[in-house]
């Protein structure tokens, strides 16, 4: 037990740690129009929200939960 430096090879281990430079993608640059949920959609989600509330969830988790709906409703139309 050296209460020294630490040893060589952990050195070259600490060195091999480095993150790599990451790459970064150009954003797209075809804008797509949103896609509006049908009435009887926003209807459900106010409905599901105002459940979520009700039962005392926080401001934060609601909102979290309807961004996550709002996803859905895009992505299965």
């Known amino acids: 037990m050296n209460p020294g430096s630490p040893a060589p090879q952990a050195s070259v281990i600490i060195r091999t740690r480095l993150r790599a430079q990451t790459t970064r993608l150009a954003p797209s640059t075809v804008v797509q129009s949103p ?43």
């Open 35 to 77: 896609i509006v949920p049908s009435p009887e959609v926003k209807g459900r989600i106010l409905k599901t929200l105002v459940k979520l509330k009700n039962s005392g969830l926080q401001k934060q988790t609601i909102k979290m939960v309807e961004f996550k709906l709002k996803q859905l409703t895009v992505n299965l139309t």
